[in-house]
């Protein structure tokens, strides 16, 4: 079991910053991937940023390209999500979800974060 929870979310204005964190518990968090992922009120859950097991190689939705950020440290046991140049439409609960292969597809992913709500005003 990997325990996951989220923190950093909040409420900002269009153009500003936050920074997600996701601190994991329990297995070694260095052998799984991790993914943040968004939902809207009304919406689907949809991908966001994953980062493989390994500090190294992201993946990122078209939508927040540029803009966001994903990192991990293993060592803390702790998953980032930067982000920058916010929308309104940047507006969910976030989550952080790990899995041992990285993927875009939030069904596939075994382990998740309760979310964070991020709220960005116009």
């Known amino acids: 079991q990997v325990q996951l929870v989220e923190s950093g979310g909040g409420l900002v204005q269009a153009g500003g910053s936050l920074r997600l964190s996701c601190g994991a518990s329990?297995?070694?968090?260095?052998?799984?991937?991790v993914g943040w992922f968004r939902q809207a009120p009304g919406q689907e859950r949809e991908f966001v940023a994953a980062m493989r097991r390994s500090e190294g190689s992201a993946v990122y939705a078209d939508s927040v390209k540029g803009r966001f950020t994903i990192s991990r440290d293993n060592a803390k046991n702790t998953v980032y999500l930067q982000m920058n140049s916010l929308k309104p439409e940047d507006t969910a609960v976030y989550y952080c979800?790990?899995?041992?292969?990285?993927?875009?597809?939030?069904?596939?992913?075994?382990?998740w974060g309760q979310g964070t709500q991020v709220t960005v005003s116009s």
């Open positions: 979800a790990a899995n041992t292969v990285v993927t875009t597809t939030p069904s596939v992913y075994d382990y």
């Open positions: 329990g297995r070694t968090f260095s052998n799984y991937a």
